[in-house]
């Protein structure tokens, strides 16, 4: 005589389903702590990466801004820290590059002699140190509709 | 083909043959111009002369030596350091073709060591950009490095930061958000795929495990009865 149907198929392996979807969950909650406790601010990246050279104030601003060097030239060096650090934009103008994070705007431009010279800026200092490339984009501008003045003669510094 | 279904296909051909030759203007007027100041600045600076030129279903024209709207006219005179031109050829996916966005780049320079697209790369831009959905920033600051890769390169000295007095009301507007978040999201969008992966799979499990339960309390069927 067989067993009846109901009898057949019992519930086995739902502790081995629940192990498992258990373990997938622990996976993700850990890959997402471990992102979040492993990732740094931009200030701490590059505080941690390159050379200090003092600090300086913008002229206007409320507070002192940092100032790094590189021996790689800028957009190598724009490149490294926006790797490192998402910006939530960029902008490239022939002086350098700006980065702009949540609360700190990295401007890094050419230096004398080669390499880069980083400035990490609060807001504020960021916005009034690359306000003739960033007023507008990143801000409000009220200077805006020249006419093309041209650049006068090449003059090939 | 009838004469009348042939009329009416010259006449379409003539009301639609402007509209689909219309290009539309890539950059603001503004932008246009600020971008051929930022370039006559940075020849001045350079000695080098710099143009854009952007053509297909979009079109934008300026130089350091013209201004928005004119092509580039280097001349030993104006550029003795030589020139620079970014061009691009634009054509956005058409509705009936298989094709994505097609857009080609080119840099065309006489100084030594020109800018190239792998040094657009470095910047975080790539020739897919100028069909992205922020096309005219992708122009501007791509053109906009030109002058900044030449001065890496040696060929020209750098162009100075300008600095100029910031108009009280003007200030940064706009928080990004958190860094930490931004930086991490792809690994988060993994990490959320895995999560909810399990939750959903426990779910299923538990939904099923609920059913048979349910099922195994039932009174046996007649059958089940007899056999």
């Known amino acids: ?157 | 083909m009838s004469l009348r279904s042939l009329a009416a296909t010259v006449l379409a051909v003539a009301v639609l043959a402007p509209a689909a030759s219309a290009q539309t203007p890539l950059l603001a007027p503004e932008d246009a111009i600020d971008l051929a100041q930022e370039l006559a600045d940075a020849q001045a600076e350079q000695g080098v002369c710099y143009g854009w030129e952007v053509k297909g279903d979009v079109e934008s024209t300026g130089s350091s030596t013209g201004g928005p709207d004119v092509p580039l006219a280097a001349d030993a005179t104006s550029c003795p350091r030589g020139f620079v031109r970014f061009s691009a050829d634009v054509v956005y996916e058409c509705s009936s073709c298989d094709n994505g966005d097609q857009v080609y780049v080119d840099i065309d320079a006489s100084v030594p060591d020109p800018p190239t697209m792998d040094d657009m790369a470095e910047l975080g831009y790539g020739s897919g950009d100028l069909a992205g959905d922020e096309d005219d920033q992708a122009l501007i600051d791509m053109v906009g490095a030109l002058p900044l890769l030449v001065a890496e390169s040696g060929a020209a000295a750098p162009v100075p930061l300008e600095r100029t007095a910031v108009p009280g009301a003007d200030r940064p507007t706009r928080s990004p958000g958190s860094d930490v978040l931004r930086t991490v999201a792809p690994v988060a969008g993994v990490a959320a795929v895995v999560l909810l992966l399990g939750v959903g799979w426990l779910l299923y499990k538990v939904g099923e495990a609920r059913q048979a339960r349910k099922w195994r309390a039932r009174p046996p069927t007649r059958r089940e009865r007899t056999t």
Do not use: N
């Not at chain 1, 890959?31 to 406790?37: E, I, N, Q, T």
């Not at chain 1, 790689?72 to 926006?82: D, K, N, Q, Y």
């Not at chain 1, 700190?104 to 080669?114: I, N, W």
């Open chain 1, 1 to 157: 005589m067989s067993r009846p149907m109901h009898d057949q198929d019992p519930p086995v392996g739902l502790r081995a389903h629940v192990l498992g979807a258990g373990a997938l969950i622990l996976l993700g909650v850990v890959l997402f702590v471990v992102a979040c406790s492993t990732a740094t601010g931009v200030r701490e990246h590059i505080a941690d990466r390159y050379a200090a050279a003092g600090t300086e104030r913008v002229e206007g601003a409320r507070t002192d801004s940092l100032v790094y060097t590189s021996s790689e030239r800028p957009s190598r060096t724009a490149g490294e820290i926006s790797g490192a650090v998402t910006p939530a934009d960029r902008r490239v103008a022939p002086a350098g590059v700006f980065l702009r994070y949540d609360e700190d705007f990295v401007t890094v431009v050419p230096r004398a002699g080669g390499g880069s010279t980083i400035y990490v800026d609060a807001e504020d200092a960021g916005y009034r140190r690359g306000f003739v490339y960033l007023g507008g984009w990143w801000g409000t501008y009220s200077g805006r509709g020249e006419s093309f003045r041209g650049g006068g003669p090449g003059g090939g510094k």
